[in-house]
């Protein structure tokens, strides 16, 4: 499948070019364990006073943690730089460049840039959550371990839409590179479960900055608390807005080469 | 003196010109400086709500006060120094600093309050919606309004000095984010952002007392709502007081020191 | 001729640019009004180039060049008119067009910044789908041309200007492209690295009989591989023919260098004097009085050495470009 080879070759440009710079690794690793640390520390600062919160045990909350981290490093590994050198290339003009390549633009532009050492986040989020179950003694079965993939995919998907959503608005609006950190301040809330949050809040963070499906539904099924409704919702949303964001994208590039709409 | 004032009234112009690459990074500042509150605000809402309506001494209206408060008094004495100076020596342009006949601090301060003079416009609104929202409670001591501006002065100038003390280890690495987060992390726990220090573990109060970062957000925080006794007010300006006094001397040192490690090692 | 490679009829392109004034005042009103103007970049240029043609593309800065350019490799679509380029209509894109085509800008880098130039490479092999053994025969072929040999593994940003623009030619180049698009290729280079460069696109041209459309400001560019050229100004084609005939058509003066002994001579009543240097006068004279003047000078003084030439070109460029006759 030409995705997943062209995939596999901006992977291994964007390792090469960290492979020289060891410390990078290193530094890296020293701010994700520091990241982890403030997490877990603000956790029990919380329940020093409760046993749970909103519902969630403390456990529960750490495998938010884990899928917190887990989601973040995968978004910052490929999707943040990516975007962010997108609306980078559109301002300078080298969009062009990808533009006269045979291949489809929006695989290019999508996978052109990659952050390798965000992995750790990646592998730290996941030995997170599976300590976290181990602790909780939950019993997760084949069919909560599928849903849990599921809905990492629809997760990611959905927030890949988003990015991409913003970045392409980078066609019209040349000074948006601002624009990005809008996920970026908001995922911070991503720590915590959705419910918790007052309603107006919770959709925001629902349908206007996906962070809730990016986290907590991931960690609603790993927790036994997410329904099939939610599941399905989330399925749902990430395709109608995977088809919506490559029809956007589409849109943005006959704008940006003069075609009359 | 008179001076003085020209070059602070002459930068507040630069900035509301200014466009800087790095001021796109100065958005995501300020949406965190709303939304962390309001995370740690609902959190601590919902704790506070099944454990019978209060945590300690704070109601739930009491805590909507703390971190709307603590989302104003952060925002008033926050600062963005240390991403500057690593632009700037990063870029070279320090050079034009240095060969100013004014030390450099006086137009970082003048640029850092500009930049709030512009920013509270939209932060006081959302700050008063935010309270109505999550029903805040605060009880009107005229008292300690008298003393809650020279506290925010004082904090607002200790953690400049401080921040700007640590924007100099830009001179000697470039690893300046990890600096920054060992010291946002600190921050964050040590100068009530996560919880009101009276809820934090003892040790981590101590720790906060004897460190500056107590008294750079949480002292006017928990000035105002009348928390503190006028004993505890007395300690606390005397704490701020030392800690200028500390910030200054450092500064001094510093500075000589990282200027001295800048044209050593050229621009 | 047989089918063009290029073909460009009555091509057309025009931007829709909205205004504004400065003040806050106008900044306010162009909230609620926008005002907008047409600018026309590309005005009816007709042209064909011939399967391995070298063609020079000149006109000042705004002309259309780059506008066209971008129309021919599919990144604009035209307002009007018909372009195909090997036989595909630019603007869709297709897939097998873009892997016969090739785009280099002077200014604006595709390599990768970070890693050294190969593996820059390896990414347009898989995008461009090179089978291996193809790949290795051209990468060997473009070193020995371009001299890349140490220069391909270090990365992209310790190398000096014209070394980068080496490998970014390359890149561009691995795939073999049947037609080149060259947006000022050697701009901010040294002399040797331009000579350098012009040479390789000679050599290319030859060996693989890729057609090449080239805009430059440098005349030396234009003037060792184009035998035509193509001027447009304003969006209006302006020639099109060989670039000996360009100098013909629009300078109606010769130039005489005359060398005597020194420059004491007053020499006036010959023509224009336009320069005098250690005994060497530079005359310009109307065309027509060419044959006359030079008789009367070798009649009348004790000239050493006398030689009759064309303006040089840059000035018969600029001339054109201001639609003066030189």
């Known amino acids: 499948m030409t995705y997943l080879r062209l995939l596999y070759v901006f992977f291994r440009i964007g390792i090469l070019g960290e492979l020289a710079y060891r410390v990078n690794f290193l530094v890296q690793l020293f701010q994700s364990l520091l990241g982890l640390g403030t997490a877990l520390a603000g956790l029990a600062v919380i329940f020093s006073h409760t046993q749970e919160l909103g519902g969630w045990r403390q456990d529960e909350l750490v495998t938010l943690v884990g899928v917190y981290l887990l989601v973040g490093g995968a978004i910052n590994l490929v999707i943040q730089p990516s975007m962010e050198r997108l609306i980078e290339s559109v301002r300078e003009g080298t969009l062009d460049f990808t533009l006269t390549k045979p291949e489809d633009a929006q695989l290019l532009v999508s996978a052109q840039a990659v952050q390798i050492w965000k992995l750790i986040d990646v592998v730290l989020g996941f030995g997170v959550l599976i300590v976290a179950l181990i602790r909780l003694r939950a019993a997760v079965g084949a069919w909560q371990a599928a849903a849990f993939g599921v809905a990492l995919l629809a997760g990611g998907a959905i927030v890949y839409s988003f990015w991409l959503i913003l970045a392409t608005c980078s066609f019209w609006f040349v000074r948006v590179e601002n624009i990005l950190v809008i996920f970026q301040s908001m995922y911070e809330a991503g720590r915590w479960p959705v419910s918790l949050y007052p309603p107006w809040l919770r959709f925001a963070l629902t349908f206007i900055v996906p962070v809730a499906f990016a986290t907590t539904v991931p960690a609603q099924a790993l927790t036994g608390r997410l329904t099939g409704q939610t599941l399905s919702g989330a399925v749902a949303l990430a395709t109608v807005l995977l088809v919506g964001s490559r029809l956007f994208w589409r849109f943005g590039i006959r704008y940006y080469s003069g075609a009359s709409a | 003196m008179r001076d003085l004032l020209d070059v602070y009234v002459q930068q507040f112009k630069t900035t509301l010109a200014a466009q800087a690459q790095y001021r796109a990074a100065l958005v995501i500042w300020i949406i965190g400086h709303i939304v962390d509150p309001v995370i740690y605000l609902v959190v601590w809402d919902t704790v506070a709500r099944s454990s019978g309506g209060s945590v300690g001494t704070f109601t739930t209206g009491d805590f909507g006060a703390y971190f709307v408060l603590l989302m104003l008094v952060n925002h008033a004495t926050f600062t963005w120094i240390m991403w500057e100076y690593e632009y700037r020596i990063r870029h070279g342009d320090l050079s034009f600093a240095l060969l100013r006949p004014l030390h450099p601090i006086h137009a970082d301060i003048a640029d850092n309050v500009s930049f709030k003079l512009i920013t509270f416009v939209f932060m006081l609104p959302i700050a008063a919606g935010l309270a109505i929202v999550f029903r805040a409670t605060l009880p009107f001591i005229p008292g300690t309004w008298v003393v809650f501006v020279p506290a925010l002065l004082f904090a607002f100038i200790v953690r400049f000095l401080m921040e700007w003390t640590l924007a100099m280890a830009a001179f000697w690495t470039t690893r300046v984010s990890a600096i920054n987060q060992i010291y946002y992390v600190a921050a964050l726990f040590l100068s009530g952002q996560v919880a009101p220090l009276s809820l934090m573990p003892f040790p981590i109060q101590v720790v906060a007392t004897l460190l500056p970062f107590r008294w750079i957000i949480s002292f006017p925080v928990e000035l105002l709502p009348g928390r503190l006794t006028p004993g505890e007010a007395l300690t606390g300006f005397a704490a701020q007081a030392v800690w200028l006094a500390i910030g200054l001397a450092l500064l001094k040192i510093v500075w000589r020191a990282g200027v001295r490690q800048y044209s050593a090692v050229g621009s | ?326």
């Open chain 3, 1 to 326: 001729m047989s089918t063009p490679t290029i073909h460009i009829h009555d091509l057309c392109k025009t931007y829709i640019v909205s205004e504004r004034e400065a003040g806050v005042v106008a900044a306010l009103q162009s909230l609620v009004r926008r005002h907008t103007e047409q600018v026309v970049a590309v005005d009816g240029l007709t042209f064909d180039v011939a399967p391995g043609e070298v063609v020079g593309f000149l006109g000042p800065n705004g002309a259309g060049k780059t506008t066209t350019l971008k129309m021919l490799s599919g990144l604009l679509h035209p307002t009007a008119g018909q372009v195909t380029v090997l036989g595909y209509v630019p603007w869709k894109r297709e897939k097998e067009f873009l892997r016969q085509i090739t785009l280099v800008m002077g200014q604006r880098n595709q390599l990768v910044w970070d890693i050294p130039a190969i593996d820059s490479y390896e990414l347009n092999r898989a995008i461009y789908r090179i089978p291996t053994p193809d790949y290795r025969r051209t990468l060997d072929e473009l070193t020995d041309l371009l001299e890349l040999g140490p220069l391909l593994r270090k990365p992209v940003r310790n190398l000096s200007l014209g070394e980068r623009m080496k490998c970014e030619i390359a890149a561009a180049l691995l795939h073999r492209p049947q037609v080149l698009f060259l947006d000022e290729p050697t701009i901010g280079l040294d002399v040797t690295m331009q000579r350098r460069i012009r040479t390789f696109i000679a050599e290319y041209n030859g060996r693989y009989g890729a057609a090449v459309l080239l805009t430059s400001h440098y005349m030396a560019d234009v003037e060792a591989l184009c035998r035509r050229v193509i001027v447009i100004h304003h969006g209006k084609l302006l020639f099109d023919g060989e670039l000996t005939d360009l100098v013909q058509s629009f300078s109606a003066h010769k130039t005489i260098t005359v060398q005597l002994g020194d420059c004491g001579a007053d020499l006036q009543s010959y023509g224009d004097v336009v320069t005098c240097e250690d005994g060497y006068v530079t005359l310009r004279v109307p065309k027509s009085e060419t044959a006359r003047v030079t008789e009367r000078l070798l009649a009348d003084l004790p000239i050493i050495d006398l030689t009759v030439e064309d303006p040089p070109i840059e000035e018969v460029i600029e001339h054109v470009f201001a639609q003066e006759v030189v």
